[in-house]
């Protein structure tokens, strides 16, 4: 009977000792952090391809913009099959923020996926000249130069001026809202 109680206590506490260890450790990590992203919010020009995308045709170039791109908070393409050099500004329609809003790559349209020019930083609605054959792909990590917050709502742009000077512009309404919880977040 001594014995069967020695082993029930030993196995008692070490069972104790492993409660304690996870208690322990739940409390060394960080709760989730909540991903905000942002969601369509009124009427665009725009066309829906899925949940989060749009695209179109701006100034005679194709234009995309994803919501839901977890990489970053809004990812923004523009490809100039064209010939000619267009300049195209993306941001908030109004209020534009001085401030680098992400960061833009340049790489060819038909070309590979590496090489080219360096990922450079990008301010809201300033001019960035895509030439014919290439594409800009713009992650705006930061569109209002700050941080995102539940419920803001802004109207993002993107506008395209041509090699005859014509500007074309298309908005896109949005609002922060929640997107689940953030699985990279930093702990």
């Known amino acids: 009977m001594n014995r069967e109680l020695r ?4 196995g008692l506490s070490v069972l104790g000792l492993s409660a304690l260890a996870l208690l ?4 060394e990590a960080a709760p989730p952090r909540p991903w905000l992203r942002y969601e369509l919010d009124g009427p665009t020009q725009l066309r829906q391809e899925r949940a989060g995308r749009f695209a179109g045709a701006v ?4 234009v ?3 919501l839901h791109d977890q990489r970053t908070r809004l990812l923004a393409t523009v490809e100039n099959r064209g010939e000619g050099s267009v300049t195209v500004a993306l941001g908030p329609d109004a209020g534009a923020p001085e401030a680098v809003i992400g960061e833009v790559l ?3 349209v038909d070309g590979p996926a590496s090489g080219g020019p360096e990922m450079v930083p990008y301010a809201a609605m300033s001019p960035l000249a895509v030439d014919g054959g290439w594409r800009a792909t713009s992650f705006l990590d930061r569109p209002l130069g ?3 917050k539940l419920g803001q709502y ?3 742009a993107a506008e395209v001026v041509g090699a005859n000077g014509a500007a074309e512009r298309v908005r896109l309404p949005v609002v922060g809202k929640m997107g689940g919880v953030d699985p990279d977040a930093p702990r």
């Open 24 to 27: 322990l450790a739940a409390c």
């Open 64 to 66: 995309s913009v994803d």
């Open 106 to 108: 340049l790489r060819q």
């Open 7 to 10: 082993l029930s206590a030993r």
């Open 146 to 148: 700050r941080d995102i």
């Open 59 to 62: 100034g005679g170039v194709a």
């Open 154 to 156: 802004f109207v993002f």
